[in-house]
Each structure stands twice: as C-alpha cells, then as structure tokens.
C-alpha cells in the first residue's frame, strides 16, 4: 500500500513537468509554427546512431567547447540521459561556467531521440532507464508515465559498446574521464550503471534518482558489489530537493550513508539537498552543482 502511494506521488510529479514541457510545442502551434523555422542552440549539432541491441535510432545532441576546433585537445565527456528534454538547459548551464572559469572544459553528449510525443518519450525512457520488469497492476498510478520497464542493461550495453565507441572515434575524447548525468529514472540508471558497469564511468551527476524502484532493487545491487569489492573508483555528486516526498528522501540519505560507511577505495562522494526545492524543480540548480562538483576548473 505504501509503496503504491509512493509511486502515485512521483508519478504525479513527473506528469506535472512533463505535461508543462508538452505544452510549449502546442503553444508555439498556437501561433502557427510552421511559419518559422526552429529553434536552435548554437554551438551544437546533432548525430544519429541506430542500436542493434536496443533495436532503436538515437538522436545524440553534441555539444563542443570553445576552442575545440582550433586545438589537438581532448577532453572528459558527459553522457546526458534525458537530453530530449534537458540538452538546452544543461547548455545553457555549462557555457556560462566555463566561460567564467567555474568548471573546465568537457564534451556533452546527450542521448535522446525517442519521439515529439509524450508517450514515445514516457516509453523510451522508462524502458531503458529501469532494471528489471514492474507490472502495471504493481506500479499503480505511475504506469501512466511507465508503461515498460526492464531495459537497463541492453540500454547499458548499448552505450558501452555502441554509443562510446562512435563518440570517442569521430571527437577528441579521454575515454578514462566519462562522466553520466541523469535525473529522477535517468538518476535510477546513474547507479545501475555504478554498480553494474562500475570502470566504465569515473563521474556521476545523480540527481532526485527514483531508489524506490522495484522494491528498492538498487540497495540489493550496492549490497552484492560491496560483498565482492573493496573499490569503486568514482567521484559521485548525488542531490534532491528538501521538499522532495519522504519516502524520496529517506531513500536518498540511506545510499549515501551506506555508500559511505562501505569505505570504497577510490569513493568520492558530494552531496546537496536543496532547501524549497521540489522533484521537479530542482534540476537547474543541482545540474550546476553537479558540474562544478565533478568537473572543478583545473
């Protein structure tokens, strides 16, 4: 029962700023947007890669630091889960930081493409970014904006083995400095992709991460790697909104606490709980932390 609330009140949270950012296409139509051409953020560009494991075209939006093509630089990169929806923002974010000097210089790859309506994106991501397989019944109100689950480790696979290798031959990229970046289900997968994939990234950016997943499945996977190793070399920056639902909460300062008291060789672990900031608020913030935490200028 409590755990059918639980998943009511995110899938409530999350219908709230999906239904918001679905909105702004209808109202530019309202003015009859095909009279004007899109949109753009300059200083990017998008590639498109098609997934033999996931058996799915991505769009990955592309952005490169100043000065890359005038130098032999490489530089660390971040993958972006969600980019359908946050690639402007995290550009927006990370060109004034590096501009000021607040954080060094790094490649964003967001990995979106999953559709202009709302329920290609529900689809894409709750397929990809959860572990195992939750029934409806199970899931209760937040089917809606889960309606599959269980795709996690061919999404992995697939970022691994298909998406990181295009990346790191057609840009100047330092394959030991990846970083992943995901919010809410894409901060569900940050820690899967922790613990199951764990020399694979060295930085996460995990904010508001949906721990709460199939019975909190995530704390069985953190248990049996800490049975197995005494390593986990990453710098990991996790945060939430102070007025985030408790159960949220409660699970987000259980990680920590656990993750801390294993005491990881290698383990780096910053974290922030935003003061008046709700699960669909409080992105903005924690990304721009995230990136000054995990990405320090040099």
């Known amino acids: 029962m409590q755990l059918a609330k639980n998943l009511a009140v995110e899938a409530i949270m999350l219908i709230l700023i999906l239904s918001f950012l679905a909105l702004m296409p209808a109202m530019a139509k309202a ?117 599959v689950s269980g795709g996690a480790s061919d999404f992995l696979d697939f970022v691994q083995k298909e998406l990181c290798p295009f990346i790191e031959s057609e840009y100047r990229v330092n394959p030991a400095e990846r970083c992943l970046a995901g919010a809410s289900l894409g901060g569900l997968f940050c820690m899967y992709a922790l613990f199951h994939a764990p020399d694979f990234f060295n930085r996460y950016i995990v904010i508001s991460p949906s721990l709460w997943w199939d019975n909190r499945l995530i704390f069985d996977y953190e248990k049996a790697y800490s049975k197995k190793y005494t390593s986990l070399v990453a710098h990991i920056y996790l945060s939430m909104g102070a007025m985030e639902p408790e159960f949220m909460l409660n699970n ?33 913030a924690a990304f721009t932390r995230g990136m000054r935490a995990v990405f320090p200028p040099e």
């Open 31 to 147: 003015q009859n947007d095909a009279e004007f051409p899109k949109a753009s953020i300059r200083g990017t560009h998008v590639r498109k890669i098609t997934s033999s494991i996931v058996k799915q075209e991505y769009e990955i939006h592309i952005s490169l630091p100043k000065g890359y093509a005038d130098s032999d630089e490489i530089y660390p990169v971040m993958y972006l889960l969600d980019s359908d929806i946050s690639f402007g923002m995290m550009y927006q974010i990370y060109w004034p930081l590096e501009f000021g000097g607040a954080v060094q210089k790094f490649i964003i790859v967001g990995i979106g493409g999953y559709g202009d309506k709302d329920q290609d994106l529900f689809y894409g991501r709750s397929r990809d970014y959860t572990p195992t397989e939750v029934s409806r019944e199970k899931l209760g109100g937040a089917a809606k904006i889960i309606p």
């Open 252 to 284: 987000w300062h259980e990680m920590i606490d656990i993750l801390r008291s294993r005491d990881y060789n290698g383990l780096e672990i910053t974290s922030h709980l935003f003061d008046e900031e709700i699960h669909v608020s409080v992105g903005p």
